[in-house]
């Protein structure tokens, strides 16, 4: 596609259940990162792939966050037994192999999570 | 640990008219990528400029312009003849050569008056 897509594009959820959180990044880009944005917080990474190497996952704030990329493509974002201070606006950004221009992060439009 | 601050959470400009934006930045490398994005109420991260600390000149695309002083850590954004369509939060970023996250400013919401 034209640019990175995400979905779903608002998500309503109840405290404890689980999320998945799907990002398709832009075709031929190998880096593909995970932001969330939170009014008290602001904009913080969460994790990065880079083609096969191990992703850096530094910046997940708990053990029940964790993220995946099948196929070096489409990656999940899984929250479990959600809480309300996981509410935010997960953003997915995704990039082309390292050098020049090509080092700019193009975002999806972001999936608004809410935990009830 | 690099740091991004925007002094300014709101301004506001007339339309046609210009405005800057401030971004400070603190890092120890000498080697890095300075962005600014344009978040509308759709959400959609855009990007409106770049810049590589190693180029001395400012980086220009059309109406939108930066300041960059590497010394002073300094990376503000220029909007000339502001027009409705600029009205969004605005985001300064830094990214080095050593890590590939984006470390983001608190952002400044600018708002445009016809």
């Known amino acids: 596609g034209a640019g990175v897509s995400q979905s779903p594009s608002n998500k309503v959820t109840e405290k404890g259940k689980d999320v998945e959180l799907r990002c398709d990044p832009i075709?031929?880009?190998?880096?593909l990162y995970w932001y969330r944005q939170s009014l008290g917080q602001g904009l913080e990474f969460l994790i990065y792939?880079?083609?096969?190497?191990?992703?850096?996952k530094s910046g997940l704030p708990s053990d029940r966050f964790s993220a995946e990329r099948t196929g070096g493509s489409v990656s999940t974002l899984t929250i479990q037994r959600t809480q309300q201070e996981d509410s935010a606006v997960y953003l997915c950004?995704?990039?082309?192999?390292?050098?020049?221009?090509?080092?700019?992060?193009?975002f999806g439009p972001g999936t608004r999570l809410l935990v009830l | 640990a690099q740091t991004v601050t925007q002094s300014q959470p709101e301004m506001s400009v007339q339309e046609a008219e210009t405005v800057t934006l401030s971004c400070t930045y603190d890092t120890s490398e000498s080697d890095y990528y300075l962005f600014w994005y344009k978040q509308p109420p759709s959400r959609q991260m855009i990007l409106v400029i770049r810049q590589e600390a190693y180029k001395q000149q400012n980086a220009t695309e059309n109406r939108f312009s930066v300041n960059f002083q590497k010394a002073a850590k300094s990376f503000s954004l220029k909007i000339s003849d502001s027009q409705l369509g600029d009205a969004a939060m605005y985001f300064c970023a830094y990214r080095d050569y050593n890590t590939d996250k984006l470390i983001f400013g608190t952002g400044t919401r600018l708002q445009v008056f016809p």
């Open positions: 075709s031929g880009h190998t880096a």
């Open positions: 792939f880079q083609g096969n190497s191990a992703p850096d």
């Open positions: 950004a995704s990039s082309s192999p390292r050098g020049g221009l090509q080092e700019t992060q193009y």
